[in-house]
């Protein structure tokens, strides 16, 4: 049974960097997908950052140069480093994975795994 559980989300001042945290149990996948999803209220869950088996990344343009996807094999842990926040970046954000290839444009309903999300407020 795959988890995901977030943490690391809060409030910052513009301009200001937090880091997010995906901890992942159960995963026994081979090949993965993992991705950066927010969602703000009235709107759909937009990914904001792709994580590929080998380690490719894939970002939405409004976060390019600014955030960060990583992991850490050992810990099991994915990772969104953000930096230069805005007050435009302020929504829930969940982490998300599926076994297999990416499928692109990647889509909420291609991930199977969901964290329970982390609030991250920039003013």
């Known amino acids: 049974h795959v988890q995901l559980v977030e943490s690391g989300g809060g409030s910052v001042q513009a301009g200001g960097s937090l880091r997010l945290s995906c901890a992942a149990s159960?995963?026994?996948?081979?090949?993965?997908?993992m991705a950066w999803f927010r969602q703000t209220p009235g709107k759909e869950r937009e990914a904001v950052a792709v994580?590929?088996?080998?380690?490719?990344?894939v970002y939405a343009e409004s976060v390019k140069g600014r955030f960060t996807i990583s992991q850490d094999n050992a810990e099991n842990t994915l990772y969104l480093q953000m930096n230069s926040l805005k007050p435009e970046d302020t929504a829930m954000y969940y982490c998300?994975?599926?076994?297999?290839?990416?499928?692109?444009?990647?889509?909420?309903?291609?991930?199977?795994?969901w964290g329970q999300g982390t609030q991250v407020t920039v003013s």
């Open positions: 998300a994975a599926n076994g297999g290839a990416c499928v692109f444009p990647v889509r909420e309903r291609n991930f199977a795994y």
């Open positions: 159960g995963y026994t996948y081979s090949r993965y997908c």
């Open positions: 994580l590929r088996t080998y380690g490719t990344t």
